[in-house]
């Protein structure tokens, strides 16, 4: 899959005036990746909006795996359009039930007091190797463990700081970051980068809490899955430039983990923020 068949499947189709379709593309995934409902109810939320108002905050909660086999049905509720502020919240459905709700707040541009925690001094992206390099090396190591589709080409370009052994893993400080863009030039619509950005705001936050516990996905002791996610718009961006992404994780306690993370461009401007808590129950048996 190349850039611009991620940016159709994620730009959904419109069927009524607030009802929207959703697919999910054919994955090693046996759920709908979350970074991809996030991304179609962002999309379908902007697209009820005027062009002058960008959306600034999502807040959303997980509350059933999807089913990557059938559509998403997305019903995008007007609650308010103010004169500064406009607010909807969306709806993710299958099978008569809700997988999925969010609610997203729009913004006039406005100018204001400003300021920014500094970006990490981290090395940048020429010499780290990509993710579909890495998954090359891992499934020569461990065949039995990546399956082919999960070394498919990706349509982003994501290069991590540290890279974990998916048997062995030893502890780490809870903190992390990847640089991530697109691969192909997405055009200027801004629709098409926050849509983009919620996508992969999803990327390895939830398995920020799993560092200092020598833990990964590929434990078969481990049930996983995003609760809820915020995300945070602060500046304009483009996901076809390098953006670099700093996550953290403050507190993990009774099955849940908490992730905060910073995106940032290369220039090193804060553009986003997000927090997620996800479930990371160890089972027994």
Do not use: C
């Amino acid at each position: 899959m190349n850039s611009q068949e991620l940016v159709d499947i994620l730009n959904v189709e419109q069927i009524d005036r607030y009802i929207f379709r959703g697919l999910t593309p054919e994955s090693w995934r046996t759920r709908v990746y979350g970074g991809q409902v996030l991304a179609q109810a962002m999309n379908a939320a902007l697209r009820t909006v005027s062009a002058d108002r960008k959306a600034h905050s999502q807040h959303a909660y997980f509350l059933r795996p999807g089913n990557p086999d059938i559509p998403i049905i997305y019903e995008v509720d007007p609650i308010r359009d103010g004169s500064s502020f406009t607010t909807r919240r969306v709806v993710a459905i299958q099978k008569g039930k809700a997988i999925f709700n969010t609610s997203i707040s729009f913004q006039l541009e406005e100018q204001g007091l400003s300021h920014q925690i500094s970006m990490p001094d981290v090395p940048g992206p020429e010499g780290l190797d990509s993710d579909e390099d890495y998954l090359q090396r891992l499934s020569k190591e461990y065949p039995n463990l990546v399956t082919p589709g999960m070394t498919a080409s990706l349509p982003m370009e994501i290069r991590r700081l540290h890279h974990t052994d998916p048997i062995n893993p030893e502890p780490h400080a809870p903190e992390t970051g990847i640089w991530m863009k697109a691969k192909d030039m997405l055009g200027d619509d801004p629709v098409i980068h926050q849509t983009m950005l919620t996508y992969l705001s999803d990327y390895y936050l939830m398995g920020t809490a799993l560092l200092p516990h020598g833990v990964t996905f590929f434990n078969s002791n481990l049930q996983g899955a995003s609760l809820d996610h915020a995300l945070y718009f602060h500046r304009d961006f483009r996901t076809d430039d390098w953006l670099f992404y700093h996550m953290q994780s403050p507190v993990s306690h009774g099955a849940r983990g908490l992730n905060i993370g910073m995106i940032y461009s290369a220039k090193g401007e804060l553009v986003a923020t997000s927090i997620q808590e996800g479930l990371i129950r160890i089972r027994e048996d």
